[in-house]
């Protein structure tokens, strides 16, 4: 992992957890916060480098979040696993397929069943709505693969017993809905020196790291900045949590950009 690619740059298009931040109808102090960092689509990122761009998940905000970051062109998207807070703005690929053509999908091969039966009309050979995009299908095993120049090298990890991939680019990787990883998948990390990783709440979650759990493991792999993500209301307000993390981890937030 060691070529050097150029520049990556990272748009963070949703950092919150499965309902968003706010939650409808909810009165929580967080969700009625006016600060535009308390506000969270559900998570994704934009890698772009060179002329490339590539999305992690499309959950159900994916059309607000590439009108909102002027995203015209996608080279594919990238699934982590099938939960629907990650995959269900996979109909909203339309516009790019209609200029495009096939939009290219990686994702292990569970999750490229489930996208099938939840997306049967995207997927259809035969007798096929007009209107339907298409896509062409990757699918990942835990080795390394590549998006045009760039090698990838997913990170296995558990999901409370669901598998779930991360995906290491270079020098930058990004896990989220993570509760626990192999010594072995943590090792791919060494090195990096920008890590995004999940932390849902303060509290302890089944299927996900809390703050703590997530700082413990920013600190194994020691890279040089780490940025949170994937958060609930329950952690906090932005301003507040940030003020009590290490000088070099971060809450993510939307819109936020970075490079490496």
Request: proline share 4%; glycine share 6%; charged share 25%.
């Amino acid at each position: 992992m060691s070529k050097n690619y150029g520049i990556l740059k990272i748009t963070f298009l949703g950092t919150g957890t499965s309902q968003g931040i706010p939650i409808i109808g909810s009165d929580h102090p967080v969700c009625l916060s006016e600060n535009p960092k308390d506000k969270r689509l559900r998570v994704s990122v934009l890698i772009e480098w060179e002329d490339y761009a590539y999305v992690i998940d499309c959950g159900p905000d994916f059309r607000q979040q590439m009108l909102r970051a002027n995203c015209k062109r996608i080279d594919g998207i990238i699934f982590t696993h099938e939960h629907s807070d990650h995959v269900l703005g996979l109909d909203d690929i339309r516009p790019f397929y209609f200029r495009q053509g096939d939009i290219s999908i990686f994702a292990h091969k569970r999750v490229l069943k489930s996208l099938k039966k939840r997306f049967d009309y995207i997927f259809k050979k035969e007798n096929k709505y007009p209107g339907a995009p298409s896509v062409h299908i990757n699918r990942l095993k835990n080795a390394s693969f590549k998006l045009k120049d760039l090698d990838v090298l997913p990170v296995n990890g558990l999901h409370d017993k669901l598998q779930v991939f991360g995906y290491r680019f270079n020098h930058f990787a990004y896990l989220t809905d993570m509760k626990s990883l192999k010594n072995k998948e943590v090792k791919k990390l060494k090195g990096v020196k920008v890590l995004v990783i999940n932390a849902l709440r303060l509290e302890p979650h089944r299927s996900h790291f809390n703050l703590k759990e997530a700082l413990e493991f920013i600190s194994v792999v020691n890279p040089e900045r780490a940025y949170l993500t994937h958060i609930s209301h329950l952690l906090g307000f932005h301003e507040e949590v940030e003020k009590t993390l290490p000088e070099n981890v971060f809450l993510a937030y939307d819109n936020l950009q970075i490079t490496i």
